[in-house]
């Protein structure tokens, strides 16, 4: 057997040149400290996106994207289809964690200040990705058409109708007509299973190949200090990442099978909003915010300014590289620190406010 | 690996070099068992799911068609009988057959070609008689057929028991 395999590995390397890769990988060591256990959720991350991809395409062989068969195909998918309730619950509880596992990395990547030079262009496109995961999330909850999707996605539609000037064509955009009807599935659904997951695909790849060129980054401090440790990448990390993946997926069976992702009541357009309505976890902190402004501030409306507000905020956050100038000299910048510590306190509050309230 | 290195493995004191192989192959195919488990769990439910379940179908025996009236001569119309559809002829001389119109060769729906006086199937040129008998082109056996009934004015067709 291994004859045959070596001469596999022969005919591949002859033709493009596998040994280099090898090389590159058996050289490649991942930094140990005390903030190493960090490293592991861009990985985790990684793993829960393909979750996602293969119990999407799964959920894509009997789902229907149509007003009228919506519903009631993944009715069919969690009663006929076999294991079809554990498939869609998966996928329910892997967005979910998905979102929280990115969080976690993104702000173990901003207190880590790994976003600072050369390492920009990671930072920029894993915001991006971070935003699009949103998106996934925030285009996953209309498909199955039930009574809470659809009003939240009328909600979540109109808010971005308040933004001035763009407000409105993009509203019209994304509903496909003035009102959240079959059309907006369509589009959301269209949205979720093609577009987001090309777009995703690029940045993922992009954000991959820089953090395998650059390796992983130090904290500026240890980075500093003269005795430092480090592990192998293949295999010592690699195969602690892999056991990490599996008790990963063995949290999601568990979740699925106790706690299945519940389906609720059909849309009905000419219903009343149920009480209790509120969007996915991840989008709490900005609702419950939106709630605190009065309906005029001065001259201006109080969503505008809200949106106004959380838009400037996002755009301050996803160009970080490129203002924390002290960090990028090898300083100590504090501030950074107190604003993130400050922004993770903030979205924890209103988060939690959002949820009892 | 000798047969008797997983016993000294497992015994105490197993510092020698027979002893290291024991315990190393026993966590090698732990290993590998469990790993093989994992996989087989999480590939059982995935295939189980692509396999579409049966719909529960209402079992056709027989199926009104409609008028003799209405039923042109030198015809043929497809009705459904079930979830299949079945061609009912009416020749020229006013008889009427009723045959399967799936086509024998590759599934396609077939036609009667009046200027013909077959019946044809568009796909691969395949022909049958009014019969259903295969006559020309690749169908490979004639068309079932179905039995029709005429009550008064009305025609049935039903499944030939």
Redesign the interface.
């Known amino acids: 057997m291994n004859a045959r395999w070596q001469r596999l590995y022969d005919w591949l390397d002859e033709r493009v040149d596998i040994g280099e890769l090898v090389r590159f990988m058996g050289k490649k060591y991942v930094p140990v400290h005390r903030h190493s256990v960090w490293y592991y959720f861009g990985g985790v991350t990684l793993f829960l996106f393909i979750i996602q991809v293969t119990t999407g395409i799964?959920l894509l062989?009997y789902y229907k994207g149509s007003e009228q068969l919506a519903f009631e195909s993944i009715q069919f998918i969690m009663s006929?289809?076999?294991?079809?309730w554990?498939?869609r619950s998966i996928h329910s509880w892997a967005a979910n964690l998905f979102i929280l596992s990115a969080v976690i990395h993104m702000f173990s990547v901003y207190f880590e200040r790994a976003y600072r030079k050369p390492r920009e262009i990671t930072w920029l496109t894993g915001m991006l990705m971070l935003f699009l995961g949103l998106g996934f999330g925030f285009s996953g909850y209309l498909l199955p058409w039930n009574e809470l999707a659809y009003f939240a996605t009328k909600v979540g539609t109109d808010i971005a109708g308040v933004v001035p000037v763009v407000g409105k064509p993009l509203m019209l955009f994304l509903r496909g007509g003035d009102d959240v009807t079959g059309a907006t599935l369509s589009r959301f659904f269209g949205f979720h299973v093609a577009v987001f997951p090309g777009l995703f695909t690029v940045l993922l790849v992009i954000h991959l190949l820089l953090v395998q060129r650059q390796g992983m980054s130090e904290p500026p401090g240890l980075e500093r200090g003269t005795d430092r440790k480090t592990m192998p990448f293949f295999p010592n990390f690699m195969l602690r990442d892999v056991s990490l993946w599996?008790i990963v997926?063995n949290v999601l069976a568990i979740l699925a099978v106790f706690f299945p992702w519940d389906l609720g009541r059909k849309a009905d357009p000419f219903a009343s909003a149920p009480a209790g309505i509120h969007p996915e976890w991840y989008f709490l902190f900005m609702f419950q915010s939106l709630k605190y402004i009065p309906s005029r501030v001065l001259v201006v409306d109080g969503e505008v300014l809200g949106i106004g507000l959380f838009g400037a905020a996002g755009l301050i956050w996803l160009l970080i590289p490129f203002w924390d100038r002290k960090t990028a000299r090898g300083q100590k910048n504090r501030t950074i620190s107190y604003i993130g510590i400050g922004v993770l306190l903030y979205v924890i509050l209103f988060t939690i406010l959002g949820w009892i309230s | 690996m000798r047969p008797h290195d997983g016993v000294t493995g497992l015994a105490p004191g197993a510092g020698t070099p027979g002893g290291e192989g024991g315990r190393r192959d026993f966590l090698k195919i732990a290993l590998g068992a469990g790993a093989l488990a994992?996989i087989a769990a999480?590939l059982y439910?995935?295939i189980?799911?692509?396999?579409?379940?049966r719909q529960a179908e209402v079992e056709v025996t027989s199926v009104k068609v409609g008028k003799l009236a209405a039923i042109e001569k030198d015809s043929g119309t497809i009705v459904r009988f079930g979830s299949k559809p079945v061609i009912l002829i009416r020749s020229a001389a006013g008889d009427l057959r009723a045959l399967s119109a799936t086509c024998t060769h590759l599934d396609c729906t077939v036609q009667y070609r009046k200027d013909l006086g077959v019946i044809w199937c568009a796909c691969h040129n395949g022909k049958y008689d009014l019969t259903g008998r295969n006559i020309s082109g690749p169908p490979p056996r004639p068309l079932d057929e179905y039995r029709v009934i005429v009550q008064g004015d009305d025609v049935f067709v039903s499944r030939k028991t």
């Open positions: 799964l062989l006929k289809v076999q294991f079809g554990l498939v599996l997926l | 994992w999480v439910p995935v189980a799911y692509l396999k579409p379940p």
